[in-house]
């Protein structure tokens, strides 16, 4: 099974910080990988897909990039509403199977 | 607009058997496949398992084989999962996410069931 391990679990940043989350798996999944937001009690919401699309509707300032084993998740001017819980996660289409990373807790400073 | 709405919590003893539904509306229902997630307290998500509405093939995470059945009915566009030999680590809330076919992404999710398993 691939496995993703993501970093940081937790991020304390101000408003207006670029803020990074990395994705690393354990083998090559191309650009198989999107990227989830979850607020407290809330279910998780897509916000990146295919490694680097912006899902519609989601704000500019979330962006993806990474291919192959290495994928990062940049928010490039933090605003308070993004305070939430960051989750990558890989698929693969034969057969449907999918995996998510550990998660990044994001706090406001 | 699309919707998935789940069945209400369950209160279920260690051994029982849980199963919850996710009714699907707005949309054409076997034209999307179903994923089913859950997340302890406090915890990660941990994908379960994926069911294509148009055919049913399934496929689910090895750690819950033989333990979780997946299945449709596309009369009513509900999707359901039954998760049998509950333990006290099942307790979790547990999603129902949209496929979309092209993307592989879970573009609209239920809004979540929580099942307690407690003697």
């Known amino acids: 099974d691939i496995q993703m391990t993501q970093s940081p679990s937790s991020l304390s940043a101000s408003v207006g910080d670029r803020v990074t989350i990395t994705c690393q798996a354990s083998?090559?999944?191309?650009?198989?990988l999107n990227w989830y937001q979850q607020k407290p009690g809330k279910a998780p919401k897509l916000l990146i897909y295919?490694?680097?699309n912006l899902e519609t509707g989601v704000p500019s300032r979330f962006s993806g990039s990474g291919s192959g084993t290495d994928f990062t998740f940049t928010i490039s001017s933090l605003q308070p509403e993004d305070i939430a819980t960051y989750y990558c996660?890989?698929?693969?289409?034969?057969?449907?199977?999918?995996?998510f990373g550990q998660g990044t807790k994001l706090e406001i400073k | 607009q699309v919707q998935l709405v789940q069945s209400g919590a369950e209160v279920k003893k260690p051994g029982a058997s849980v199963k919850v539904s996710c009714k699907a509306s707005?949309?054409?229902?076997?034209?999307?496949?179903i994923s089913w997630v859950r997340q302890a307290p406090g915890q990660g998500l941990e994908w379960m398992g994926w069911?294509?509405?148009?055919?049913?093939?399934?496929n689910y995470a090895q750690k819950l084989q033989g333990r979780v059945t997946m299945t449709t009915d596309t009369s009513t566009s509900t999707a359901y999962m039954e998760l049998r030999s509950l333990r006290s680590d099942d307790t979790a809330v547990y999603y129902c996410?949209?496929?979309?076919?092209?993307?592989?992404?879970?573009?609209?999710w239920g809004q979540g069931t929580l099942v307690t398993v407690s003697s």
């Open positions: 996410a949209r496929v979309d076919p092209v993307v592989a992404g879970y573009d609209y």
């Open positions: 083998q090559d999944i191309s650009n198989y």
């Open positions: 295919d490694a680097s």
């Open positions: 069911i294509s509405a148009y055919n049913g093939n399934t």
């Open positions: 707005g949309y054409t229902f076997t034209s999307y496949g």
């Open positions: 996660q890989q698929y693969d289409n034969l057969p449907q199977m999918y995996t």
